[in-house]
């Protein structure tokens, strides 16, 4: 069954300092999609990104970037001169295939905290 | 705002009561999931439909059941509640059922005193 573990669970950092999150997963499905989410103190999910199983290229948005490797089965999310705003919970998901329809297995989260 | 449409916002009731949370998806999307969320058990999947026909089931416990009606809102029914049901509920709603972005709603928090 597929699996994704963030290791960390908070991570505590001051503003303007960078940060990386990082995200390992399992799975035996040769084409599947990794995603992340925030989870601001208000409680919504926020979606940040969906990556394609084929596509390695990394990508940047922002102050956000995602670097995935598939040959180590992860998906780290790095935050460049982070922000208090940025403070949250970060969920890290893999879809799993199920009878032709598709779910998300998620991480059990990485508390981020920047301080001021 | 992902569009996706939650109500109520938060529920409160007793061991034993049944509820029902409610989900309109984003226009042009058929499909809505239903995850909860909870401290012990994290993020899970429970359901999901599809142009109101159930696709997939995950961990969802026989006391809840779902549907999806015709103008494409959801509904999820929790009854014979369990102080463990108490949870953040989420829907959320894509275009297809699959090889897509799910996109979630607020949340119905619940709690079952």
């Known amino acids: 069954a597929q699996k994704v573990t963030q290791a960390q669970t908070e991570i505590s950092v001051v503003e303007k300092e960078d940060v990386t999150l990082d995200c390992v997963y399992e799975?035996?499905?040769?084409?599947?999609?990794l995603f992340w989410y925030k989870q601001p103190p208000s409680g919504e999910l926020v979606f940040l990104i969906r990556?394609?199983?084929?596509?390695?290229q990394n990508e940047i948005s922002g102050r956000y970037s995602w670097n995935f490797q598939k040959s180590t089965s992860s998906f780290n999310f790095t935050i460049t001169a982070s922000q208090v705003v940025d403070s949250a919970v970060y969920f890290c998901?893999?879809?799993?295939?199920?009878?032709?329809?598709?779910?998300?297995?998620f991480g059990k989260g990485t508390k981020l905290t920047v301080n001021p | 705002d992902s569009g996706v449409t939650q109500t109520p916002k938060h529920l409160i009731t007793a061991t034993g009561q049944r509820v029902t949370l409610r989900c309109s998806p984003r226009?042009?999307?058929?499909?809505v999931y239903w995850y909860q969320q909870s401290l012990d058990q994290g993020l899970q999947f429970l359901i999901q439909?599809?142009?109101?026909?159930?696709?997939a089931k995950g961990n969802i416990l026989e006391r809840f059941s779902a549907q999806q009606f015709p103008d494409l809102h959801s509904e999820l029914n929790l009854s014979s509640l369990e102080l463990g049901d108490s949870a953040l509920y989420f829907c959320?709603?894509?275009?297809?059922?699959?090889?897509?972005?799910?996109?979630f709603g607020p949340g119905t928090r619940l709690t079952v005193l």
């Open positions: 959320a709603s894509s275009v297809a059922y699959r090889n897509n972005e799910q996109f």
């Open positions: 799975t035996r499905d040769t084409t599947y999609y």
């Open positions: 990556r394609n199983s084929f596509d390695e």
């Open positions: 998901a893999l879809s799993e295939l199920q009878g032709g329809s598709e779910k998300l297995v």
């Open positions: 226009s042009g999307d058929l499909s």
């Open positions: 439909y599809y142009n109101g026909e159930e696709r």
